[in-house]
């Protein structure tokens, strides 16, 4: 899966699971906070959207609150950690 497929289907993952009707993936800048002042989601959303990009990826998070802020940070940051995760 190339670098723009998986932030594709990273965008996709988050406007399905989070029921963001107002929103496509294409409204979603790469690069955007996906909390707080950027898109706006909350901490129950990012239970939400932890499951459904595990469940598509297959990927594994760290019980460290801080770094799975980090790889929540953006769509970037959690391609970045599909990406480094798939090489393993």
């Known amino acids: 899966m190339t670098r723009a497929e998986i932030e594709q289907k990273l965008k996709e993952t ?13 409204d979603i800048e790469t690069d955007v906070a996906l909390f707080g002042e950027g898109l706006g989601l909350d901490s129950i959303d ?3 959207l932890g499951m459904a990009v595990k469940k598509a990826f297959g990927v594994t998070f ?3 609150p801080a770094a799975n802020r980090k790889i929540f940070h953006s769509v970037k940051t959690l391609a970045d950690f599909v990406e480094a995760s798939s090489a393993k």
């Open 14 to 26: 988050i406007v399905s699971s989070l029921d963001l009707e107002d929103l496509t993936a294409a």
């Open 46 to 48: 990012a239970l939400e």
């Open 62 to 64: 760290s019980s460290d």
